[in-house]
């Protein structure tokens, strides 16, 4: 198990940018692949991105694919979501999520089993 604290979230106005942060701890963060969701206000929890475990591969969902850059860190145990030219739509809490892909598998398979507990970000109209 890997326990994951995110941070960065904030108020921002539409165009503005947020870098947030998912830390990890408790196992060696390059044998799993990361997530980042996010759920907004009366809304399903949806997917917004994915890095394999060497961040040879990422991935996107349409809504923020040019906007949004997944990368890791995993020296550092960090996954980052850096978020530009934000949208009021863009308002939800995020979360990250952590795939145990193990030491060889450098995909993204999409089956999470940690999660944190979310960073709030609101982006004004």
């Known amino acids: 198990q890997v326990q994951l604290v995110e941070s960065g979230g904030g108020l921002v106005q539409a165009g503005g940018s947020l870098r947030l942060s998912c830390s990890a701890s408790?196992?060696?963060?390059?044998?799993?692949?990361m997530g980042w969701y996010r759920q907004g206000p009366g809304k399903e929890r949806e997917f917004v991105a994915a890095?394999?475990?060497?961040?040879?591969?990422?991935y996107y969902a349409d809504s923020v694919k040019g906007r949004f850059t997944i990368s890791r860190d995993n020296v550092k145990h960090t996954v980052f979501l850096q978020m530009n030219s934000l949208k009021p739509e863009d308002t939800a809490v995020y979360f990250c999520a952590a795939d145990p892909v193990g030491s060889e598998y450098d995909g993204i398979s999409g089956s999470y089993v940690d999660w944190g507990r979310g960073t709030q970000v609101i982006v004004s109209s």
């Open positions: 408790g196992r060696t963060l390059s044998t799993y692949a």
């Open positions: 890095i394999s475990r060497t961040g040879g591969m990422t």
